[in-house]
């Protein structure tokens, strides 16, 4: 086992996004509505995962797929906050995500593109720097949708040859994309309550299915499921232990990358060696943290600081 300080965390987007998040209170459809302030921040799950890994103050990388056409925003960004960039870059565009905030009702519209188009030898580049990359990280992160061009199977491939660097993985996906990634059986995978009941084929109204849910989900094969239930917390498992988590009351100013947050602070649990109690306090202060800026902004780690001793875990 390699020492704390080789436990680098690699994520993957294969997606990326440009997040233009726009601030409307008492936004209405089929209406002229005026924006109070906007910003836009480089994004995509995997993106906003690293981001808060490296809040955080831990050493992370990135991979996955950038367009040529608007890579240069995604650059600068990496190389400002120090984050180690291995993105493979393609023809085309990152799409750009729009995120409506009604300030006055507290909800949030998105409007999220098709993404970039990969190609079979965009992919096999990829693979080959995420090979090189398992030489010294061992923990990565998969996230977010898949871009147009690639099978539903791809997680799945990644994760097997991930796995047979022995490298751990948590998956993050939707639909198709989780179905088949489960199949390669990550260490982790974390979906919100919605994404859980498109996977288990059924509604999950009641907190005693989403716990059936996640005991099949474990006798299957996954180590841990992260189930993330919005300003309600989270229910996180493995084979051992249930916890019920719950954090703080706040005011939102952002719900985006909620999730991806929690997964970063979780990680970075699980590479210092943490239980699982603690890693679950750590991503939910991280989520919370998270939530209380514009958008997709990490909390500060003085803020993820403050919020540990105020998560509620049983």
């Known amino acids: 086992m390699k020492s704390e300080e080789q436990q680098k965390i690699v994520t993957i987007t294969l997606n990326p996004a440009l997040d233009h998040t726009v601030h409307i209170p008492q936004f209405q459809t089929g209406e002229v509505n005026r924006a109070q302030q906007q910003r836009i921040d480089p994004g995509g799950k995997g993106i906003n995962v690293a981001k808060v890994v490296r809040a955080l103050g831990y050493p992370v990388a990135v991979t996955g797929f950038l367009g040529q056409d608007n890579s240069k925003v995604f650059n600068e960004y990496f190389q400002r906050k120090a984050i180690d960039n291995f993105f493979v870059e393609v023809t085309g565009a990152a799409r750009v995500n729009i995120k409506i905030v009604d300030d006055h009702n507290g909800q949030v519209t998105e409007i999220n593109f098709p993404g970039l188009i990969s190609t079979s030898p965009d992919l096999a580049k990829l693979t080959g720097v995420i090979r090189r990359l398992t030489d010294d990280r061992q923990y990565f992160v998969i996230s977010g949708s898949l871009p147009q ?141 998270s939530v209380i800026q514009p958008g997709t902004q990490a909390g500060s780690i003085k803020e993820v600081a403050r919020l540990l001793a105020e998560i509620d875990i049983r």
């Open 149 to 289: 061009g690639l099978p539903d199977t791809i997680y799945g491939q990644l994760i097997e040859i991930l796995k047979g660097q022995r490298v751990k993985v948590l998956l993050d996906s939707s639909g198709a994309a989780l179905r088949e990634g489960i199949k390669a059986l990550p260490d982790a995978i974390k979906p919100n309550l919605e994404e859980l009941s498109q996977l288990m084929g059924k509604s999950l109204e009641k907190e005693n299915d989403i716990r059936k849910a996640i005991a099949e989900l474990l006798a299957g094969g996954i180590k841990q499921v992260v189930v993330t239930l919005g300003s309600q917390g989270a229910i996180i498992a493995d084979k051992e232990q249930t916890l019920r988590v719950r954090p703080p009351a706040v005011i939102a100013k952002s719900t985006v990358g909620a999730g991806d947050a929690l997964v970063a602070g979780f990680v970075v649990g699980q590479t210092r060696g943490l239980s699982l109690a603690e890693c679950a306090r750590l991503g939910t202060a991280a989520a919370t943290a």
